[in-house]
């Protein structure tokens, strides 16, 4: 996993299979990147994730809140067709969390 | 098929990608691969995180294909759900600290077609869950 600053916020790339072994890592690279930069976006981009289960989706509302205790906000990225249907199920589009397909988030003023 | 492996973390990648090798077998789709993956993974991690807490027991799965239909039983020897309704409504969890969404049943429930939950406190718990494949191999 990659973490790149984007401008006023920072991207982690989420690579391979994300389950419960292999979250917790992924997590506290986060974290540790997002208590020392403090951004006002953090994006996760899922574009490199082979595999998902409801870890997944534990790790984003984990970020979620995370991010909401800076006053920033979290956008999960770039989802393959084979993940939208656990996105889906989270119910995490509704709060806006989550790109939909074909349609590409305006970076945070 | 059976396999029976310790509870520990690094063994869900290994469990999803056991059973999802064995059916290859039945040519199933990329999309019904990935949901057998997906729930295996949901499964054994109950496995890890709740029926095992803080200790390591022994996990044992075993596949069953008819035709095409595909039954797969996860069993542990754990701690057991004293109450499996209330464990399998979304987003509840009792392990918030580890970052599960709750959703793991729920996952279960839409990406099979069963799933039946049996469960004995002290004693352990078996999921089974069966799946229709479109099977594109004909027997003959």
Known sequence: MRIMDSGEGITAYLTGDIDHHTARAMRESIDAAVQKKRPSVLRLDFSGVSFMDSSGIGLIMGRYRLMALYGGMVKAVNIPAELERMMALSGLYGLDIIEKRGETFETAK | ?140
């Open chain 2, 1 to 140: 098929m059976s396999l029976c492996f310790e509870s520990r973390s690094t063994n869900e990648s290994f469990a999803r990608c056991a059973v999802a090798a064995f059916l290859t077998q039945l040519d199933p789709t990329i999309g019904e691969l990935n949901d057998i993956k997906t729930v295996v993974s949901e499964a054994v991690t109950n496995c890890v995180v709740h029926a095992y807490k803080n200790t390591i027991g022994k996990i044992r799965i075993h596949v069953k294909v008819q035709n095409s239909l595909v039954t797969i039983k996860i069993r542990d020897t754990g701690c057991g759900i004293a109450d499996i309704k209330k464990a399998m409504e979304p987003l509840f969890t009792t392990a918030p600290s580890e970052e599960r969404a709750g959703l793991g049943f729920a996952v279960m429930q839409s990406f099979t077609d069963k799933v039946s939950v049996r469960s004995s406190v002290g004693k352990g718990t078996t999921v089974t869950f069966q799946k229709h494949l479109s099977c594109r191999v004909s027997n003959g």
